[in-house]
């Protein structure tokens, strides 16, 4: 489904990510972990499309998204960053429908197909009852939630996620990481996430990508020698 | 429902404040008079000349400002994603003053006096105009570098503060009647807005808010922050051009032929969230657009019934409603972290 071809990334002088190679498929859920500062961030927003790879090229579904305009990208991917963002008097059904704007025309008007979509959306991540609230009342799970509606409204094969279960509790993270093993088994999506959290990455993912050094691990999450690899990488003994 | 309901309301209202500011004025005309030398029936010449000549070009020009300066403001906040944004911090303000503040006290000013009162009101409203195009060209060119908001508007910030001394040095340098011409332009006026001026100021005042409309979509998009816009299919780059282009018209033009007009950009976008409590810039806008006309209106009403500069009127009026959405909503801000 997305495919890196010998990329490079880093900034000017520095290189973080130097010529890897990595495959995620559809239906697949891939934890991208690395300590900080081992450019997942920078690898997501390169897969998103927001940043260039100092050489090398993503492709998705077969066409490389150098070749794409914008409007194509944002059918093939959607982006969810770290962070919060506040705005007031935004409701969640608002939020979940601007995931639409790259199948909408210029005006941004929703179609009732638009509508079915988000509605779905909403439903899928189990926030139908919040549809109507403004999102800057929402807890930082019930956010996330809502961020993941948007990018399921986005209605793109591939799904890429910074951080999402960052400054939620166990009960949240277990929560999030739960809704996107859904959406990959069951709605085919091909997701990859970035996590400090490697317990819910070996436990919910198909995949992980060890960010080590400047190189790149993929590894079955299921493995038994996985959670070895990672250990060492993260120089700890035993997670 | 709720949202045609209050641009129903606004539009009653604008239309009653725009009859209120043709009645108020220092000569005592009574309706029926100011209502036949509107429609041309007046035998009266005088009254005809208050009403069309005076009263009725500076109602426009308060409505027109009212928009311009509020839905710039609007557009800054949206694009900056900072409550406290506006012409002012991006130096647009301190650009049109330098303009100003050569044509009024530099050089040209001996030329222009000799030149007739018109052409020397045209001049200083061009220079200003001008000045206020070049800040916002070099905070487009270096946002084409930078790419950060933030960065850009602590850059017009600084670029304000430079532009503000050197007007400080001219205005040392200059001789008295210059000076006193300067500080007037910097109280604002409404008053010499007609004919030829008047026209490019509606021209550019409806460019402005078309371009806005035609922005409506990607705008909203914007509100989550740039890395949402662009992977949602939207030309950030393109957009904050058009954003710029659009306040040049609405802001650049209103700074030129009124002076600086403060506080009500900043505060009437803040007033518009809390009557219609929806995010959606395509709602949003209309009703800063009517809010700003209502509000600017009010301001002209009370600046002649008190006799006062209406520069002085919009701070006095903007200044405690930005206060009061400070200490109302500092949680609710469209911030991120």
Redesign the interface.
Known sequence: MITLNNITIGYGRKILLGNICATAGKGELTALVGRNGSGKSTLIRVLAGLEKPLSGTVSIGGADIEGLSKKEIARCVSFTGTGRVRIPDLKCRDLTALGRAPWTGWTGILSEHDRDISERALDIVGMQDYADRCMDEMSDGEYQKIMIARALAQDTPVMLFDEPTAFLDVPGRHQIAGILERLASEEGKCIIFSTHDIGIALEKADKVWLLDGDRIVSMKASAPETAGRISSAFGIDGI | MREKTITGCGVILLITLFAADLLTGSADIAPAEVWNALCGLSADKQTVLIINGIRLPKAVTALLAGISVSVSGLLMQTLFRNPLAGPYVLGISSGASLGAAVCVLGVSSGILHQTGPVLETAGLAGAAWLGAAAVLLLISAASRKIGDNTVILILGMMLGAGIDAVVQILQFLSDEQSLKSYIIWTMGSLGHVTGLRLGIMGGATIAGVVICF?L??NL??L???E??A??????VRKTRHWIFLATILLSGTITAFCGPIGFIGLAVPHLS?MI?????L?VLLPCTALCGGCIMLCCDIIAKLSAIPVNAVTSLVGIPVVVWVLFR?R???????
């Not at chain 2, 219609?276 to 959606?280: H, M």
């Not at chain 2, 949680?331 to 972290?337: C, E, H, I, L, N």
Request: no cysteine; glycine share 10%; proline share 3%.
């Open positions: 035609i409506g979509k909203n998009l509100l989550l922050g890395s949402y662009a992977t949602a299919g939207t030309d969230r219609v409590r929806n995010a959606d395509r909503s949680k609710t801000f469209p911030v991120s972290f």
